[in-house]
């Protein structure tokens, strides 16, 4: 076929394509327009999925009649002049294309009036072309309703999913234009049904207890913070669940950058990042942040639908999102209650060397001796917020599996595996991050038979593995000789735990870096497991390391180390009370 330049209404549908894709893309554009004018109320029907029709209407600033043409122009647009301004736009839209696609694509129709105009402005459009225009009576504001999307182009109606699919897309995105603009009265109707209202009160956890619950909504925390306090600083504010409230997806985080809803990984990684060791595997937070920050310091423009931003400081943002939600997730981290009584707490501050081991043990932990391990047990990059454990006195043992121990407000039960593996991660890590995890030669070295692809990996990762306290030998071309393992790996099964690291250091998430996964693995093989009898002392000491740990309450994997039966539950459960 020879070069040929295409018909304008034809390279107008392809255009179209990249900016409107499904139903949710009218809506996303129709409602930003919305906002733009500064609506406070914004109601967005939708008709068959959005193929029907889509109606957005808003009580705006309007067009003035004489640009109510230009607004349907291609790069038509009132929100920026020049170049200049596409550095610092502070608007949803600016590149004019979202009438003129919509235009290309489906019929649609306008009806608006600003403030000073005594009569709106009506113009109708179908097949790109207009069909009727007129002035006629109207609130003010606008606005736009979009029949028969896509009935002109049957290749991408054929690509829809099913109207259910559209109209979830279509929900998604107006909760989160409701999240993100809490002074906004959204309501959205679909098939004539009501089914979402937010308050427009201009408060975050008003739209959050209306999106998932009162409950919910009660225990989220709320942050606002300034990476600086300069004008180019990062702003962080919205509201994180604490650990105790997940989700097993990860719809429920929500992420603006200067208002616009976002896809970042960067953002989306800080955030999970912050809850670390926190949550179970495969359990998400709730989570809605707003990032602000210079318009100069984010490129909007990298994508059609412009749903993805790029930083220019990158890592500023990391930090600003992940070190505001750490603190206060680690601060919160509620199971078990926390609070040392009040002669307990007086004596954390003096000055006296560590008690003996005596009084069951329990007093030796309040000296300032633990304040110090403490701070030492804190990795100098992370900087955790510590936070402590009750005082626990051990009662003994159930099951081969729990320790029983009593604190100040009724009884614990901690998993002897998961609270081993909590203080030898630690440990571990620690020892990783100081090159120094100590090694234990054995006197017959160790035949370990390799798959070709732990072969492979095993090659690739030599010195990872020396640095974790393995000295490995080639042996043959399917085999190697364990000559050193990591010392605490010395009473139980090394070779196991050797060949799950390779297969662990190819395989997994790929935020996790292989300190991480060493340091898990490595954990999990050497902890106590359940099912070994305990002795008193050997419980107490446990109980000793793990309050010296950073997160005491979870394993690395994010499951509990304890539980705890409160002194009021009991009292109920008794009939005491
Ligand atoms: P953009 O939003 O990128 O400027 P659009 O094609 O979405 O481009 O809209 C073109 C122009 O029409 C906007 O710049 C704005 O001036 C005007 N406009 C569109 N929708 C509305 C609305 N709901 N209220 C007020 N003005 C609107
Ligand atoms: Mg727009």
Known sequence: MPIRVLQPEVAMKIAAGEVIERPASVVKELVENSLDAGSTQVTVEVRGGGTQLIRVTDDGGGIPADEVDLAFRRHATSKISGLADLQSVNTLGFRGEALPSIIAVAEISLLTRTRTELAGTYVAFKRGMMVEQGSRGCPEGTTVTVRHLFATVPARLKFLKASSTE?????????????????????????????????????????????????????????????????????????????????????????????????????????????????????????????????????VNVHPAKGEVKFTREDEVFDAVYRPIRAVIVGSSSVPAMHLPAEVRRQDGASAPPAAFDAGGWTTSLTTDRRDDRAEARSPQTQEVVCGLPVLRVVGQLGET???????????????????????????????????????????????????SQGDRLESNLSTLASGGFEVEAFGSNACLLRAVPWLLQESNPKDAFVAILDELSAGSATLEWKEKLAMTLSCHGAVRAGQTLTLDEMRELIKQLEKTNLPRTCPHGRPTMVHLSSSLLEKEFGRR
């Open 167 to 299: 109209v979830s897309h279509i929900s998604q995105l107006v909760t989160q234009y409701a999240l993100a603009y809490p002074q906004v009265r959204f309501s959205l109707l679909i098939d004539g049904r009501d089914v979402f209202r937010a308050p427009g009160s201009g408060k975050l956890l008003d739209v959050v207890a209306q999106l998932y619950g009162l409950e919910t909504a009660k225990q989220m925390i709320e942050i606002d913070r300034r990476s600086r306090e300069d004008k180019d600083g990062v702003r962080v504010w919205g509201c994180v669940s604490p650990p105790s409230i997940t989700r097993n997806n990860r719809t429920y985080i929500s992420l603006f950058v200067n208002r616009r809803w976002v896809q970042n990984r960067r953002i989306a990684v800080a955030t999970e990042e912050a809850y670390r060791g926190m949550l179970q595997v495969g359990r998400h937070p709730v989570v809605v942040l707003n990032v602000e920050l210079p318009p100069t310091d984010v490129d």
């Open 402 to 452: 729990y320790v029983v121990a009593e604190g100040p407000d009724g009884m614990y039960l901690i998993d002897q595996h998961t609270a081993h593996e909590r203080i030898l991660f630690e440990k571990i890590r620690r020892q990783l991050e100081e090159s120094r995890v100590q090694s234990q030669g054995l006197l017959e070295p160790l035949l370990v038979e390799l798959t070709p």
